[in-house]
C-alpha cells in the first residue's frame, strides 16, 4: 500500500522568504500523480500544485514549485516570497495513476507566515 | 456549479446519538470520497464510490460507521452510536475519473463533529 510521509508538523517563516516543506512516499508503481494542497483556517482544501510522475520538469505555480525526486520517492514544495496568506496547513497526497484508486494524503505541516 | 456542498457545518452531539453527515456532489462527478481528519492522524480515507457503487470501505473504522449514496446526487455518513473520539472534520469530496491526473478533486468545506 502506498503512504505519504510529512516529517515537518509545524513550520514558521517570515514575510518574503523561502521555505521548503517535506514529503517523502512510498509506492511500488511508475506512474502515479503527486498533489499538495493547501488548506487554510477556513478548511476548504485548495489544489496549489500537482506533479506527473513520468514528467521530470518540475511543476511549477507562481510562486509555488516543487523538487520531484522520482528515484528517492521525494516531493518537496517551495514557496518563494512568503506572505501571510500563505500561513495553512498543507498536504502532500500521492495519486496512482489507474482511475479506480484514491487520493492518499500524508499528515500535513502547519505553516506559519509571520510579518 | 456551487460546489460539493456539505451538512452540517457543525455538528454537536452527545455519546450515543446517531449522527448523519450529507454531500451532496457536483453533478456529473463519478467519484465519490468521504475522509475523516484529525490532528494525529492527518487526513485518513474512509470510503469511496464509484458511479454509486462503494469500491473501497477498508477506512471505515468499525462497524458504528456506514456509508450510502442512493443516487448520483446524495451520500450519507452515518456514525451509530457515536462516541468522543469520533470527534474530527470529515470531509467530501468528488471528481470525475478522467480529471484524476490534473488533481480534480473537488472538496466541500468539511463538517466539524464534536461528540461529547
Known amino acids: 500500500a502506498q503512504t505519504v510521509t510529512q516529517s515537518q508538523p509545524e513550520m514558521s517563516v517570515q514575510e518574503a522568504e523561502t521555505v521548503t516543506l517535506s514529503c517523502t512516499y512510498d509506492t511500488s508503481e511508475n506512474n502515479y500523480y503527486l498533489f499538495w494542497y493547501k488548506q487554510p483556517p477556513s478548511r476548504q482544501m485548495i489544489l496549489v500544485i500537482r506533479?506527473?510522475?513520468?514528467?521530470?520538469q518540475n511543476a511549477t505555480e507562481n510562486r509555488f514549485s516543487v523538487n520531484f525526486q522520482k528515484a528517492a520517492k521525494s516531493f518537496s514544495l517551495k514557496i518563494s516570497d512568503s506572505q501571510l496568506g500563505d500561513t495553512a496547513m498543507y498536504f502532500c497526497a500521492f495519486g496512482g495513476y489507474q482511475a479506480g484508486t484514491a487520493l492518499i494524503f500524508g499528515k500535513g505541516t502547519t505553516l506559519s507566515v509571520s510579518s | 456549479d456551487a460546489g460539493v456542498i456539505q451538512s452540517p457545518r457543525h455538528e454537536v452531539t452527545e455519546m450515543g446519538q446517531e449522527v448523519t453527515l450529507r454531500c451532496k456532489p457536483i453533478?456529473?462527478?463519478?467519484?465519490l470520497f468521504w475522509y475523516r481528519q484529525t490532528m494525529m492522524r492527518g487526513l485518513e480515507l474512509l470510503i469511496y464510490?464509484?458511479?454509486?457503487?462503494?469500491?473501497?470501505d477498508s477506512g471505515m473504522p468499525e462497524d458504528r460507521f456506514s456509508a450510502k449514496m442512493p443516487n448520483a446526487s446524495f451520500s450519507t455518513l452515518k456514525i451509530q452510536p457515536s462516541e468522543p473520539r469520533d470527534s474530527a472534520v470529515y470531509f467530501c469530496a468528488s471528481s470525475l475519473a478522467g480529471d484524476r491526473g490534473r488533481g480534480g478533486y473537488t472538496f466541500g468545506s468539511g463538517t466539524r463533529l464534536t461528540v461529547v
Open positions: 453533478s456529473g462527478h463519478d467519484y
Open positions: 464510490f464509484n458511479n454509486n457503487v462503494p469500491i473501497d
Open positions: 506533479q506527473e510522475a513520468y514528467k521530470q
